[in-house]
């Protein structure tokens, strides 16, 4: 809205400037001289929109040819101008630095992260799926080498996180080059408890709706295989923290959909753990996963919880990992349920719980540390996958 300085009071003198579009995601806006620049998200996209005038419809959005990808504002302190600069990277393209030229729509780049190997983008495709699932289709970001056949047994990895209304969107990684060039296909499920579309798409992923998380997550993994980019016996899937959680709860679910799962310092022991408030993120946790004093949230919390559902069946590989002094997610979650896995699951299918004694929550924080722990953990999807190193 804007209005005069002095008329504020007066609801009647607001004028209009960016009318709500429930299909739109409204991010920040950046005011110059002669131009507004308006960052928005439209069904999991971000867009940039270039207003010339406030009282005129958009004058345009800079257009980008790829169908995943991600882009940020960059740093713009000159008021008096007429470039905007931005960062664009998706899973194919590294990191970039654009000028964008307001008047010609043209764009300059300024710098792109180097990639060493001979890296060519162009051997590499990127593609945008959506899985049914009931009412709604979710989002999946994909990346392979090009000439990738669909015929079923490609290996694959599949991401997933799903919580706090945090949006994992698709960007680039040198490290998973490793896989594509074995014939890989990434992907990145955008599933409900994320704010990939919006603000409700995350409220339909959280409390008594959190199970749809999960459902999302299993239909991303049988579309993949319905449509021959893999197969049971070739996907193994990955999850972090919340995203620990949602491998628990999906392993629970459809064991027999995956062959190897990682499952990085995950949130397994949900119902324990809320209900502990000596723990440093009890309290502010309930406006996620509910108040399990109140029996309603206790009981639906307690029938997803992926320590609490373990059965006596035959469950995928896991490596399953845990940092000694992880403040989120304590050491132990992860080992009594790898302890409760071992004691019910009935194959004989490798189960790994990997402890860092010096790591907290985010892994290895020296750079060649983290290195090490990504090569073992690709080292492991190889193994299971039957993908030679």
Aim: aromatic share 14%; glycine share 6%; no cysteine.
């Amino acid at each position: 809205m804007e209005v005069d300085v002095d008329k504020y009071d007066s609801k009647d003198l607001w004028r209009e400037v960016i009318p709500h579009r429930y299909s739109v995601k409204l991010g920040p806006i950046d005011s110059f001289e002669d131009f507004l620049v308006i960052w928005e998200r439209e069904q999991g996209l971000k867009r940039v929109q270039i207003r010339n005038n406030l009282y005129q419809d958009s004058d345009h959005f800079i257009s980008f040819e790829e169908p995943v990808f991600t882009i940020y504002p960059g740093a713009n302190y000159e008021y008096h101008t007429d470039q905007y600069r931005f960062y664009y990277t998706s899973l194919t393209t590294p990191k970039s630095v654009f000028d964008y030229d307001i008047n010609s729509r043209t764009r300059r780049l300024i710098k792109q992260d180097e990639v060493l190997g001979g890296f060519d983008s162009n051997n590499y495709q990127s593609e945008r799926l959506f899985a049914p699932n009931d009412k709604i289709s979710v989002p999946i970001s994909l990346v392979y080498k090009k000439g990738l056949k669909k015929n079923g047994s490609n290996p694959t990895l599949l991401y997933g996180y799903g919580a706090y209304g945090i949006t994992i969107d698709p960007s680039f990684n040198s490290e998973r080059l490793l896989l594509l060039d074995r014939g890989f296909v990434f992907g990145i499920a955008h599933i409900r408890g994320g704010s990939y579309l919006g603000r409700q798409w995350y409220n339909d992923g959280k409390l008594l709706k959190k199970k749809n998380s999960f459902e999302d997550f299993i239909a991303a993994a049988k579309h993949l295989i319905n449509e021959k980019y893999t197969s049971p016996d070739h996907l193994a899937i990955m999850g972090a923290s919340a995203g620990g959680l949602l491998m628990g709860a999906v392993a629970n679910m459809a064991p027999d959909l995956f062959r190897a799962i990682i499952a990085d310092v995950p949130f397994v022991d949900v119902v324990n753990t809320i209900l502990d408030p000596s723990l440093p993120l009890t309290l502010i946790e309930y406006d996620e996963w509910g108040n399990p004093n109140e029996k309603v949230f206790f009981d639906y919390i307690l029938s997803y919880s992926p320590y609490d559902n373990v059965q006596e069946k035959e469950y995928p590989a896991m490596l399953v990992t845990a940092g000694l002094n992880d403040p989120r997610v304590s050491y132990w979650e992860p080992a009594k349920w790898v302890s409760k896995l071992r004691y019910l699951k009935k194959d004989n299918r490798l189960l790994l719980l990997k402890t860092n004694m010096t790591q907290g929550h985010g892994g290895a924080s020296g750079r060649y540390d983290n290195l090490k722990q990504v090569a073992f953990k690709f080292a492991f999807i190889m193994y299971q996958l039957g993908v030679p190193f």
